[in-house]
């Protein structure tokens, strides 16, 4: 018998190295998520303020209360929500998907161009889109109103920028990459042979689509759906430049009000709990739904292996039209929105765009002054340091519990630690964003952190579910054999872990680290609830230079120029990580012999059911295979490609 066969009752039942690491790993994540929800419900049961430490704090449903007898208020920021947030994911999947299509399954020229300009507006930070989307739609400065009044026919049409409706067709717009890079994998996974079996049976295109093609993408879009919603449900951008002018009650606005009480009245804590646990459970009942739809997901895989043939669609005569829309959207996602980032910049105040202005009253002095300023520097490295202390957090702890929950008996309480590291994404930001800045400050006598750069960090890392459902697909797809190999030859659990899974993990992790990374470096949802102007990170002080009630710290044009300047900063991050990636990768593609080892695919998903196919898999390259160890017969190499 092996030795790894010879292990006794008592050795079985005393916790191992593995075991410990992913009890640890568990309970950050359970502090991570749990706490803070488990605070904010107490809250809105306990106390017009703080649940603990307020001599006024009892148990009760007062808020609850509260919140029925102001139905008329609550049935209004029910029915704004549903409109904003629901009108704005219709209208952004719709586009995603025409864009997906025209991408993936049609013959479409300069398809590879327009992937990559849909994806630009991805890379603007939101709260930089919001301003930049301010300014563009100004009724008397706008570039975009300018635009409308030059064409004939529309010179007495203006935007107005506060209509709800205009609040909609914008929030729809800086969302639109999200759902196209999601839908755009399962377009590329289907098999069109479907589609040309019934175009061959005589069904028109309308009626392929409704019962072929949208049955099969069914699963993907639901999810698609869902995780839209939850993202347009959590952001307080666009709201909270926009909203609080139109008067709208949104409910992203209606949070941040309640605790931004005005000079001589006390936040309401209670309340705006009480408004965070309805819509949680609205957000909960949406995930679950996903679930459940998703169950049976491999039943409509059309992906087979042999015969697999992707087709695409030719346009003919329709070329034209979509090329033209396609660049109406990136006219509108991209190019005018910095247009006017820049406009403003270079102007003293707010004027039209004409050649004389262009020549007699632009200067750039606010990028000197910018670049100047010391608290750009230092808000500008805490930003660094939060994104990337948040994105080791949730990586780390991520991959260490969806390696040791991968490589578990099926039991009550893997499968719930699994549902529940996926869960933070049914967690809209704005919510999270609530409970955890209620948790610092009933912590706060305790542990004094709140406001600091360490409660930032924590928050930030609430993301985890995206490292988790990434690390768990990876570790999925490493044969057991390796680690078997290691522990015959004498090595621990966990040895087997830090030798061998961890350097072929290596690629997916870092990939989401990068992804991570640059969510954190563009949040500011989150620190809009717990920054203070010691601790705010460069979106909540770009922020305050655009917000007229800064008072001495509105300065409108360094307010442009510091966008302009964090969009290229997130640019030349994030594609410089994603480059030196791809360096890495090559070096060693380059350094591979033929017949040298297996090759194991390591995709990543976000949600349980992977196999939806929800989220696209970043490609990296994996560790040379000299860091595996060696077995007993000589050198086992192995090559994996994550």
Not at 108 to 113: E, G, L, M, W
Not at 317 to 337: E, K, Q, S
Not at 350 to 375: C, R
Not at 573 to 581: E, F, K, N, R, T
Request: glycine share 8%; charged share 15%; aromatic share 10%.
């Amino acid at each position: 018998m092996s030795k790894a066969g010879r292990t006794t009752r008592a050795e079985r039942a005393r916790p191992t190295g593995m075991k410990v690491a992913t009890v640890i790993a568990g309970t950050v994540i359970v502090l991570l998520l749990a706490i803070p929800l488990a605070v904010q419900v107490i809250t809105a049961f306990r106390g017009p303020f703080l649940p603990f430490g307020v001599s006024s704090a009892k148990w009760s449903v007062d808020n609850f209360r509260t919140l029925w007898e102001l139905r008329e208020d609550f049935w209004a920021v029910l029915g704004s929500t549903a409109a904003f947030v629901g009108g704005s994911t219709v209208l952004s999947l719709l586009i995603a998907f025409a864009l997906a299509w025209v991408t993936v399954r049609t013959d479409a020229p300069f398809r590879r161009v327009i992937s990559v300009l849909v994806i630009v507006p991805f890379i603007i930070p939101p709260i930089v889109k919001a301003q930049a989307y301010l300014l563009m739609l100004s009724p008397q400065s706008g570039v975009l109103n300018q635009l409308l009044h030059a064409v004939p026919g529309m010179e007495g049409v203006t935007i107005d920028p506060y209509a709800f409706s205009t609040m909609i067709v914008i929030q729809s717009l800086t969302n639109v990459t999200f759902p196209y890079l999601m839908i755009v994998p399962i377009l590329t996974n289907m098999d069109g042979s479907l589609e040309e079996s019934a175009r061959v049976s005589g069904a028109s295109w309308a009626r392929t689509l409704r019962r072929v093609t949208l049955p099969m993408l069914w699963p993907g879009l639901l999810g698609v759906t869902v995780l839209t919603f939850i993202l347009g449900l959590g952001s307080l951008e666009i709201p909270l430049l926009f909203g609080q002018q139109s008067g709208q009650s949104i409910f992203a606005l209606k949070l941040w009000t309640l605790i931004s009480a005005d000079a001589g009245e006390l936040p309401q804590y209670g309340l705006a709990a009480a408004w965070g646990c309805v819509f949680l459970v609205i957000t909960t009942i949406a995930f679950l739904v996903y679930l459940r739809a998703t169950r049976d997901a491999e039943r409509r895989a059309s992906v087979s292996g042999k015969g697999f043939r992707p087709t695409t669609m030719k346009l003919g005569l329709w070329r034209i039209p979509a090329l033209a829309a396609i660049a109406v959207f990136v006219l509108l996602t991209a190019i005018l929105p910095l247009f006017a980032l820049l406009w403003s910049a270079i102007t003293p105040y707010p004027i039209a765009f004409s050649f004389p202005a262009l020549v007699e009253q632009t200067h750039f002095t606010a990028f000197g002054e910018v670049l100047g300023d010391a608290e750009f520097w230092a808000s500008l490295g805490r930003t660094l340091v939060i994104a990337g202390g948040s994105a080791t957090i949730a990586s780390v702890a991520a991959t260490v519990l969806a390696y040791g929950i991968a490589r578990s008996r099926s039991t009550v309480w893997t499968r719930s630690m699994d549902l529940f590291a996926s869960s933070s994404v049914a967690i809209p930001t704005v919510i999270a964003g609530f409970a955890m800045f209620l948790t610092f400050m009933v912590i706060n006598p305790v542990i004094p952190i709140a406001g600091t750069v360490i409660a930032l960090i924590i928050a930030y890392s609430y993301r985890v579910s995206i490292a988790y459902r990434s690390g768990y697909s990876a570790t999925l797809q490493i044969r057991r054999e390796l680690e078997e190999a290691a522990q015959v030859s004498g090595a621990s659990q966990i040895e087997g872990f830090r030798r061998i899974v961890v350097p072929l993990l290596m690629p997916t992790v870092f990939a989401v680290w990068i992804q991570v990374f640059i969510l954190g470096t563009n949040e500011f949802t989150l620190p809009a609830f717990l920054a203070t102007p010691e601790s705010r990170p460069l979106s909540v002080y770009m922020y305050a230079m655009i917000n007229p009630r800064s008072a001495q710290l509105y300065a409108p044009d360094q307010g442009a120029a510091m966008a302009l300047i964090f969009t290229l900063l997130v640019f030349l991050i994030g594609y410089g990580l994603q480059w030196a990636v791809s360096l890495r990768a090559i070096g060693r593609a380059r350094r591979r012999r033929p017949g040298e080892g297996v090759e194991t695919g390591v995709g990543v998903g976000l949600l349980p059911s992977d196999a939806a196919g929800v989220v696209p898999a970043p490609v990296a390259d994996a560790p040379d295979a000299s860091d595996a160890p060696e077995a007993p017969g000589g050198p086992e190499r192995v090559i994996a490609r994550a």
